[in-house]
């Protein structure tokens, strides 16, 4: 993906979704990704705005579209599940992903693009 690409899908997850999503990006100098653990859903929102920059050291993100709210405590807590939309996002600007389990995974640099969907 190009500064472009990262760009458009930034300012459409702000603009258009009722929540930024959570995300594990994987850096390219790293060696683990951030959070370490990213299997479950959670409560937070993702960093859209200083999470991703600078694009170029995108590995990839791992971006699970679901949140858990908390409603109060004799409630159970709420799943809001906006995959639809953000697929729709990714669709929308072209931007190719590969989706697995609940999560969607947007890679920066990949040599499988034949495992990605380009709609």
Known sequence: MNNTKWTELQNAVLNTLPF???FQAKYVLTETPTPNEFEDDVWYVGD???GL???YAVEWIRVRPRRIVNIGRLMP????DITEEFIGILKEYSIPYYQSNDSIYIYGYTSQIDKLIID
């Open 20 to 22: 930024p999503p959570p």
């Open 53 to 55: 920059i600078p694009f």
């Open 77 to 80: 807590p709420e799943l809001i």
């Open 48 to 50: 859209w705005v200083e």
